[in-house]
T-cell receptor, first 115, second 116 residues
Framework: NAGVTQTPKFHILKTGQSMTLQCAQD?????LSWYRQDPGMGLRRIHY???????DKGEVPDGYNVSRSNTEDFPLRLESAAPSQTSVYFC??????????????FGSGTRLTVV | AQTVTQSQPEMSVQEAETVTLSCTYD???????LFWYKQPPSRQMILVIR??????QNATENRFSVNFQKAAKSFSLKISDSQLGDAAMYFC?????????????FGQGTRLTINP
């Protein structure tokens, strides 16, 4: 089924460790983004990309890095995890063409706990 | 600043009844999209309904409909004939273009409970 695939679904990380959350889409969407979801705060955008080689900061980028080497993949990296990064992470994609924009497709999320 | 406010952290309704979830937003844009997303315990974000700001007609999707009041910047979701499967967290979201780049802003969410 076409959509956005996120891995892993769950992970526990120790403070100071690094890890990469994976995101892959197969809908040929140009726009990819990462969000974090925290209780009472909705979803907040971390980073986004509009094409391979082009990334930009969202509203809460500190402590996270992204890269985009092709259309399909958009990994999110935590270089040195902190307890404040305990959250549920979502990858979302959409068409960049306004004429074909219908909304955002979300991955199933990654629950990350930093201890 | 562009913000989305859902003033009801929790709502509950009897099965088969109608419930309305409220959402207001702050914007200076004239062209944008509004969405309602459902998040059941599975955590998946599911698009329930969307509204394009230039359309005056309220969007409907089966038992789900919206009351879009552009001047008042209000976008409420009405769920008719509530079903147990409607129990979830509901998020209102607003999408606009800022300096050519798209931006999606979410409200804080409303947790909906369906009582059998």
């Amino acid at each position: 089924n076409a959509g956005v695939t996120q891995t892993p679904k769950f992970h526990i990380l120790k403070t100071g460790q690094s890890m990469t959350l994976q995101c892959a889409q197969d809908m040929n969407h140009g726009y990819l983004s990462w969000y974090r979801q925290d209780p009472g705060m909705g979803l907040r955008r971390i980073h986004y990309s509009v094409a391979a080689g082009i990334t930009d900061k969202g509203e809460v980028p500190d402590g996270y890095n992204v890269s985009r080497s092709n259309t399909e993949d958009f990994p999110l990296r935590l270089e040195s995890a902190a307890p404040s990064q305990t959250s549920v992470y979502f990858c979302a994609s959409s068409s960049l063409e306004e004429g074909s924009f219908f909304g955002y497709t979300f991955g199933s999320g990654t629950r990350l706990t930093v201890v | 600043a562009q913000t989305v406010t859902q003033s009801q952290p929790e709502m509950s309704v009897q099965e088969a009844e109608t419930v309305t979830l409220s959402c207001t937003y702050d914007t200076s844009e004239s062209d944008y999209y509004l969405f309602w997303y459902k998040q059941p315990p599975s955590r998946q974000m599911i698009l329930v309904i969307r509204q394009e700001a230039y359309k005056q007609q309220n969007a409907t999707e089966n038992r789900f409909s919206v009351n879009f009041q552009k001047a008042a910047k209000s976008f409420s979701l009405k769920i008719s004939d509530s079903q147990l499967g409607d129990a979830a967290m509901y998020f209102c979201a607003y999408r606009f273009l800022f300096q050519g780049a798209q931006k999606l802003v979410f409200g804080q969410g409303t947790r909906l409970t369906i009582n059998p």
